[in-house]
């Protein structure tokens, strides 16, 4: 299997790299002069779930670098029911890439785990950027349960990517639009699949957003310690994550700027592609330490 | 007077224009393809309150039209206590001036007055910024009597701009420097300058405040009559008209976008003006029935 002449995750093949006794999955693509970035994804996601038309465009400029978590797709060992367990392996991963430095974009699930890392090893992280995500004690975080997301994964002619249609666009004809777009993109990448996740990550990483919402001591105490700049980017009909968890990223970050997209939900990122990659394009272009850009 | 060689509100001479019983002051510089910006002022700013770090850099691109509402600076009559009252106003100046279609860039009051207005004559605007303000129906706005702002009000060693350097920036070093530039930008003009607004313009704007925070029927609605494209801004500490105004602004316009600056109170435009007239611009330059860019 050769590198592709067009960097893109509908070509870019999987590889994996040993670090102690597990093995990360992995794609990395791009180049440029920009620093690394690091995509964390969602809850079950795995590398088929990132959409080429966010990932290609900021492969124009840098490596990106997809990730697999423990016990998801090809990588090995099973899926913490922590994010705190989630992001020492993710830094594991890095360690295992010999990455000292570099950029990260957490999106839902994966926003948690980069503001971990981040905390956990801030040396490491140039520039963030956290989509549809929420702080430790943030509120109704992927509550599937709820009817408003539980119809849908009740629904026993949704199968395969048809759901993140429904649960990651907005109920209008625009944003369900936007969805089956997504989902198309999704299907462009043919071979070299990882294992789609079952039941045991989905409980897995649900235990962990339920340990993500509690917190002790001041709340969202935690953030100003993240002095990094971030760019918080959010759909404001986000049903698995409510954007009043971004705004509350924005108010106590210390460095963050939030943006927010118009009849969207929690996956505004792939709806405004085209304006979500030029932000993050330029947001990350900047090497100012302050996150305005 | 002739107009100045590079288009600033430094140098821009004040103009009169009448219409009816009226006469209104303006200042108009700058040229380009784009759509005139008409920008609408905070509370008891006049034409010498627009900070030439913002404005003129979109007058490289467009004609940017700054003006004094009724009973302000120079423009005859008296103050309304509604903001309805203004945006008649405002529309009649328009008119005066022959202009069929612009955008509109609002800041605080001036941001009710923008939304009043597009909902009063939607044909004649393109796109909105509404800067640091917020929906009828909003909260705590501009309430000068609470601790935090009478403080100021009620120093007299805090006179003529030096009260701005204080309210409309975050109390931190780096937003009180950014305000300490900004009050030195304002005094870079020394001629041609409006008349500082007295108590009764205040008396009569905070009248309107108060009416604009009352609402009949379901909250917000007014809101979903908006189609034009909008961006939303403001400081995530903004003491004088809080952020969650904004939130409830890019929450309930069907076509907005939202951007938060942090470190920064009301006046986050004038402390973050590169980043502000960049994104402004790029917002301004889209042709596109979306607000995305």
Known sequence: MTTTMTPSNITAPTRLVEVANQTYAYRRFGNGSGSPLLCLQHFTGTLDNWDPAVTDPLASAREVILFDNAGIGRSTGTVPESVAGMATHALAFLDGLGIERC??????????????????????FRRMILVATAPRGGEDIMHLEKPKLSRYFNDP?????????????????????????????????????????????????????????????????????????????NGVHDEMIPVRNSFWLAEHLPNAMLLTYPDAGHGSLFQWHDSFQHHVSEFLASNSPFAPY
């Open 103 to 124: 950029d990260v974009l957490g999106f839902s699930l994966g926003g948690m785990v980069a503001q971990q890392m981040v905390l956990d090893r801030p040396s490491v």
């Open 157 to 233: 002619g949704l199968q395969s990517y048809a759901i993140l249609q429904k649960i990651f666009f907005a109920p209008t004809a625009s944003s369900q639009a936007a969805g089956e777009a997504f989902v198309a993109r999704l299907g462009q990448r043919t071979g070299d699949l990882d294992p789609r996740s079952g039941p045991q990550v989905a409980a897995a990483q649900i235990a962990a957003f339920r340990e993500w919402e509690q917190y002790t001591g001041e709340r969202f105490a935690d953030l100003k310690h993240i002095s990094q700049p971030a760019l918080v980017v």
